[in-house]
Each structure stands twice: as C-alpha cells, then as structure tokens.
C-alpha cells in the first residue's frame, strides 16, 4: 500500500463545503429559527457528539479568530477538550477558557453567565433541532406544521403538564418563539438560560450534524419561552450559593462528595466561577 | 475539594495510551499485516467498504485493524477519511449483466441460462470447526468458462410481461446523500443509496420482519450474482468513456408478488439489492426492504416499520445510530440537575396534596 502524506485544509473541510454552510447559515439568519437542511459532512467525531456545532465552527473559523469549547459550561470536560484540541490541531487557532476573550464560543448544554458581545458568535451543538420531535416524529408532518405555525401540539403538552403536575414539566430544552414566528429547540440548555436568548447582541448559530439542520438567532431578535398568562415563564432558583466562589445567581451544578449524599453546589460556569474567585483575593 | 471534571486533558492523552497499547495486544505475537486482512478477512474488508462508502481494500484493512477488529468503528474511520476526499467526476451506471461472475443463483428456476454457479459460498460448509486446517486447498479448474453475458432471470420473466417493467429513462439522476440532506418522502434511487449505506444486522432484522407477517411481500431469490464489473468514467475533456478499474459487486434481485391495485395489473415486482465486494446477506436484505418500501407507490396498506421510510431510513446508518447512542456517556449534568430540582418540586407538591409524610430527599449539610 502506498502511504499517501494526506493534508487536511485550515479547519478540516474543504473551502467548497464551508462555502455551503456558509451559505445555509446565511439562510438561517434570513430567517430566524428556521431549521435549514444542509449538507452535513461526516465529520472524525461521533455523530451526537457536537458533529454540526463542529461543522459551523469550521466555516466560520479565520487564523486570527480565539475560540473557546464548553460542555456543561465547563472548559475542561473530556468532549469540550476533545472538540478544542481538534480545531488547535487543524487549524492551529488561539484557544482561550475566558468567554470575554472569545471571538466565537462553541458550547453544548449552556450559554455562558458572562455577558455577551456583538462582536462574539455562540455556537450551539444540536441533538434534536426538531422542538415537535417527541410529540410528532414524521419529519413531513413536523415541517408542514412549521409552515402553517401550527403549534398546537405544544401548547397542548404544557397545558396537560400544567394540568397533570400544576407545573410545566419541562427543565431544558425548554421551547422558545424565535422572532414571533418558528417555534425553536433552544438546544438542552436548562431554562434557566433561556433568557439569555432573547435580544443577545451576539449571534447565535445552532448546528444539528446528524439531524442535518442548521438556525440562528441573529443579534437582538426576540425569543419568548413559550408560557401561559397565568402560568408565567420561570427560570430554576437555588436555595444554595456557589461554594467556590458565592455567586447566588449562576447556574449550580450539584455535587455529591461522600458516600452519605452531602452535597455541594458549584458554579457550571467554569470560567464564570474562577474570575470571581480571583477577583475576591485581589 | 472539587476536582471531578479537571484534567479532562491529560485524562485523554493516557486514555489514548492505554488504546494503543490494548489494541496491539501481546508485542511477543507479530503485528497483523495489512495485506493478511486484505486478504483473509476479506468478507469484513467488503463490510467497511460497503457501509464506509469507500472502495478501497487497503484503506478498509487499515481501518479494522486500528479500530481493534470492532467493525462500526472501521466504517466510522473510513467515512470520517472519505468525506474530506475530492470528487473528479461521477461514473457511468455499472452494468451488471456483463458482470464477470464468480457466484450465481436463483430460488426461482431450476435451471436458467449460463447455469446456476455456486461459486465461494459458505451456504454448504456445515459449519464444523476447523481445527488444524493449514492446508491451501486446490482448485480444480471447470471444464469450460462460463459465458461472458449471462442474461438476469428477471428479463426471463420481463419478456413475457409477467414481472413490472422498469421503462429506460424512468430513473431519475440520484442525489448525492453525503452531499444533500435525506429529505422526505425519499425517492426510490435516494432510499437505495439510504440502504445500501445502512448497517446490515439493521437491515437483515427489518428484511427478516418482513417474512414473518409486518408487510409480508412474498419474496422469491430471482436472482443474485457475485463477479467483477468494470468500472467507467467519461471525462468531459475527452468525451468518451474510459475504464479505471473493476470493482467486486453482489447484486440481488428478488421478485415479489403482487395482486394489482393504483391502476396496476397483478404481476411480479421487484425488490433490488447491491453491495460492495462479497455481501450476499446485505444485499438480500436490502432488497426485501426496498421491496417493502414501495408500498406507497403500489398501493399496499402501510402499517409495519420496514414500510414505514422515515423509521427505516432515519435509523439505517450505523455511524448516526452509535453515535448517538454512545452520545449518552457524555456529562448531562446540567440536564440532570434541571430535572432533579423539577423532580423534587414535584415530589414535594405531591406529598403536600396527597397529605403523606414528603420523603426527605432533602439535601442536608454541604462540604466545603
């Protein structure tokens, strides 16, 4: 056999292939919240594991741009580092963990406590673009749906929950209305972040490999989680502060430290945790 | 102090070791060539290629023996390397019928034109353990070649209009699926390309649900052939078309009953498998699906998942389906602690109203 010395392009695909994706997200942020079919690649991650936030990242990808990986809200956990390490390898560009220095931020399950930027672009990794999929699984029937914004089904759902359990019984993923038009998978954020959604002056980007769909929310477009006059949209409170760093209005990860169940509560927000850590010894 | 999900970085450099060193396994015993897969594995060589979407024997051995033997993963490898590749061109429609066959059966006559070749099959082995067998065993050469066009027992039928006829030109220009996403409803050449990707132990089981009752489509082997077919491309600079090189193919026709209906007389119609190098169950498979996935077109109720093209086609891929799968090994904390602090406001709401004492699955204390 012989060995082929193979070189991969700056940020792994190919110019043809950033160029459709660019183009499809041009789409997506003509139109806010529409799930764009695009021609996902197969990409060396599995698929479930941040393939299209990975294929967005790599169109917009430029040498001078800082990339910044979260999972969980946390820089150091094995995927973020994987994902993080990959795009240092193949496309040799900075990497920071501070989100104040990021120019582009690709994240799975969280938005970041720190405020965001215009001049920053978040991009989300997508299991299920589809909000409809668990209450109707035939992509036909779910696409027609969107075009005739025919959201029953949902408003159902909440309204049996509400009924069922006094409560929404929906914690992450929660849907939201993108621009008053497409009901949209915020992606499993917890709820508590929804509100970050809504008029954030960074674009936001949402890439689902497998699924083969691409959104966004451009900067400033209102995003309203979906909710009921009398059962008005919450966000999750804790009783509890962070240990580390005492922050009472980040997201907590719980955390069990003994074989008795005591618990601790921590920032998710990595990043967020440690600057107020510093901040508070200088 | 907290430390659970720090060093996530060095974690994978060991992880990385500790695979290298499990994959070669005990040094004292030679490393497996590449060429010893090539060519003793070959059944697994034409699995990864198949479901790789690659033909390359070489590549194909390099990938099952860096993922350890665990086929997914070599066609996981392979596709992950063929999707950076450039495409020169596309090639001109294979033509089976001047196929050089080596395997050549049908369940349907008992003797048909150009003979019934058993070829390499496993089918009459009787499957006892071979425990000391080294010896090459020699082949005896036939008394005649056999003929170099071997007309497809389909077109037995065909000439006497018993079987759907499939009008030349009827078949529109595929889509490319690694290029353009699935889309629904899936034309037939899209769910083909969809199948012919798809895992085989999925599509064997789909392929088996159809025998046993979930859309019973009656099925006879009509015809499956296993030989060499040249491959050709015509370069637009030269307007002609050129041979680069022949590919091993398994082509399986079956025929299917039909009781007529949506303006169609009762006929045979056909379910169409292919598949790279030697893969008789897949293509089989693949054609008993197909078969049932044109219930639609011909009218059939539709009620059984090898009907039903979203459930088939959206869980046929083995690398979609694993990853996805596995995907559930990553951190969900965030989620978690979402719905455990749902759970509990729940819980606590439905001790309150059912008036029983609440459980006290209340955290107590914290350490800091």
């Not at chain 1, 764009?36 to 941040?50: A, N």
């Not at chain 1, 990975?54 to 001078?64: E, K, N, R, Y």
């Not at chain 2, 000439?159 to 009008?167: C, K, Q, S, Y």
């Not at chain 2, 859309?215 to 082997?221: D, I, Q, V």
Request: charged share 25%; with cysteine.
């Amino acid at each position: 056999m012989t060995t082929t010395h193979f070189a991969y392009n700056f940020a792994f695909l190919d110019e043809d292939t950033k160029r459709m994706l660019r183009r499809a997200l041009l789409k997506a942020v003509a139109i806010p919240g529409y799930q764009v079919p695009f021609g996902s690649r197969e990409m060396p991650l599995p698929y479930g594991w941040g393939t299209g936030g990975i294929q967005v990242t790599a169109a917009l990808l430029g040498p001078d741009d800082v990339l910044k990986v979260i999972d969980q809200g946390a820089d150091d956990t094995t995927n973020a580092v994987n994902i993080r390490r990959f795009f240092s390898r193949i496309a040799g560009v900075a990497t920071t963990e501070h989100t104040a220095d990021a120019t582009l931020i690709q994240t799975r399950h969280r938005i970041p406590e720190t405020s965001l930027r215009e001049d920053q672009i978040l991009v989300f990794q997508v299991p299920e673009p589809e909000p409809l999929r668990t209450l109707e699984p035939r992509e036909a029937e779910t696409r027609t749906l969107h075009a005739l914004a025919d959201y029953g089904l949902m408003h159902v759902k909440l309204y049996e929950d509400i009924a069922q359990y006094g409560h929404i019984a929906t914690s992450y993923d929660y849907p939201v209305l993108v621009d008053g038009r497409f009901l949209t998978s915020p992606s499993p954020i917890p709820k508590f972040d929804n509100p970050k959604l809504d008029r954030s002056p960074a674009l936001m980007l949402f890439g689902a490999g497998r699924e083969k769909r691409l959104y966004a929310i451009p900067p400033y477009t209102q995003v309203q989680s979906l909710a009921f006059e009398d059962h008005p949209f919450e966000i999750q409170h804790w009783e509890h502060q962070c240990e580390l760093c005492g922050s009472g209005e980040s997201y907590l990860d719980e955390v069990v430290v003994d074989d008795r169940g005591t618990r601790m509560f921590v920032c998710s927000d990595t990043d967020f945790c440690s600057g107020r850590r510093l901040e508070a010894q200088a | 102090m907290y430390v659970a999900v720090k060093g996530g970085e060095q974690a994978i450099a060991r992880s990385l070791e500790l695979l290298a060193e499990a994959r070669r396994g005990d040094q004292a015993v030679p490393e497996l060539e590449l060429a010893q897969i090539r060519e003793q594995l070959r059944l697994g060589v034409a699995r990864v290629m198949q479901e790789g979407s690659l033909y390359d024997e070489d590549l194909a051995a390099l990938a099952i023996r860096q993922a350890a033997g665990d086929m997914l993963e070599a066609i996981f490898l392979l596709r992950a390397y063929r999707t950076t590749l450039p495409r020169f061109g596309y090639t001109l429609p294979l033509d089976t019928t001047v196929m050089r066959v080596r395997r050549r059966v049908s369940g349907t006559f008992k003797d048909i034109p150009g003979g019934q070749v058993l070829g390499p099959t496993y089918d009459y082995t009787q499957r006892l353990l071979e425990f000391d067998t080294t010896a090459v065993a020699s082949v005896a050469p036939a008394d005649a070649p056999l003929p170099p066009n071997m007309p497809r027992v389909l077109d037995l039928l065909d000439a006497e209009a018993l079987i759907e006829r499939i009008e030349a030109g009827s078949d529109p220009e595929p889509i490319d699926l690694t290029r353009e996403p699935l889309m629904f409803p899936a034309d037939r050449a899209t769910r083909l390309q969809n199948l012919s990707r798809g895992d085989e132990g999925f599509l064997l089981s789909m392929a088996y649900s159809t025998q046993r009752g979930y859309a019973e489509s009656h099925p006879f082997a009509g015809e499956i052939r296993m030989g060499e077919v040249d491959v050709r491309v015509c370069p637009e600079e030269l307007g002609f078309a050129i041979e680069i090189g022949s590919i091993v193919l398994t082509e399986c026709q079956m025929i299917n009953q039909f009781h007529g209906g949506n303006g169609v007389p009762p006929q045979f119609t056909r379910g169409y498998g292919l598949s790279m190098g030697e893969g008789e169950r897949k293509a089989m498979s693949m054609a008993l699906v197909d078969r049932a996935l044109r219930c639609d077109e011909l009218a059939e109720p539709n009620y059984a998942p090898a009907q039903n093209q979203e459930f088939v086609l959206s869980h046929s891929d083995s690398v979609e389906a694993s990853g996805f799968v596995q995907h559930l090994k990553l951190p969900h904390y965030v989620d978690f602690q979402a719905e455990l602090s749902l759970l509990r406001t729940l819980a606590t709401k439905h001790a309150t109203e059912s008036e029983a004492p609440a459980q006290s699955a209340v955290v107590e204390g914290s350490a800091a």
